[in-house]
């Protein structure tokens, strides 16, 4: 289906249907297959013939969502697993060895520094921190050792912005593989293999199903690199389950859809805020006022559904907004239909040092929306309560 625009892949790619001739995928909930005969079962263990074994290694809904994501995300392959977390690991595990090194982006997603300083150093892989935009940092952190640059672009919740085409020459040049986290955009408005990374990784758990149903996620690549991304997981058991995977494979049919939703309620809801004598400074990529608001646009076609925003007053008059609130979600989660609203500093960010916090512009008056699919007046009636 090469040659269909992405709204038409996002819905008929990877389409198939069994004997029953149902006209919605079916789930296929099964741990495992059966053959017709010893000699079938033999030729599928030993790869030469293709088909279902077990789940843990393949599954007929899972693949179906697999297909249609590569497809939207310009990937030659994927590999689904049970959460964003599952799909970051697998990557990091099947990409770097032990005595490598990882040079990540600072503002990544809090969990995934998590991973990095407490799970991966186990295993005697160095991992160095730099600022997401600053290229020169980049470049000056590469060591003879280094293997993979890890970063997500737009970070949350402030918006700043790698240029993933120059990022890409600088890890090319040194034989480095460049995976990006594009979670926060999802496929609809970023590609970021299109601009030269190498990986790219997502929690599906986000935008892709979008309703806060269930945790997915995925890793894209080229054959060789899912290969052994997905020979991680076989082995390690995080793969999807047949019953998310139908949720997340529904959620793509209307992706691109919900991202334009998200993206057009988000600009009104900031342009709003830059509006209110109690709000110091709004922090938006679809703002002209944003620093990256020319990267993101030369980038992205879009900007996302993150609006964050600083109160006069800090963390007391933070907590007055959030708290007056009476349809907005008090929830550090994002991506989905139902605007939530969080205080970072004390949430998301709440590990960080004062200091750390200060250099990250996580100040105390700052608040963080997803902002969901209602209608953006009711929205910014809720928010203005305690404004
Ligand atoms: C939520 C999130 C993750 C982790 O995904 P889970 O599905 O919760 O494991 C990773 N990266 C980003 C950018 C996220 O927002």
Redesign the pocket.
Known sequence: MKDLKFDTKAIREGYRTTQEQEHSEAIFLTSSFVFDSAEQAANRFSKEEPGNIYARFTNPTVDAFEKKLAALEGADACVATS????A?FASIMALVESGDHIVASRNM?G??IVLLNTIVSKFNVGISYVDLGDLSQWKNAVQDNTKLFLL?TPS?PLGEVVDITALSKISQANNILLAV?N??LSPALQNPIKLGADVVIH????YIDGQGRC???AVLASEVIIEKVSAFTRATGPSLSAFNAWIVLKGLDTLSLRMKAHCDNALKLATWLQDQNQVKKVHYLGLESHPNHALASAQQSGFGGIVSFEVKGGREAAFKVINATEILSITAN?GDTKTTITHPASTTHGRLTENEKQQANITEGLIRISVGLEDIGDVINDISKGL
Do not use: C, Q, R, V
């Not at 959460?83 to 599952?86: E, N, T, V």
């Not at 929690?203 to 986000?206: E, L, P, Q, R, Y």
């Open positions: 959460s964003g977390m599952a970051i997603f969990t995934s997500e949350n986290d979670a926060i929690s599906a758990t986000k945790l997915a996620g994002l």
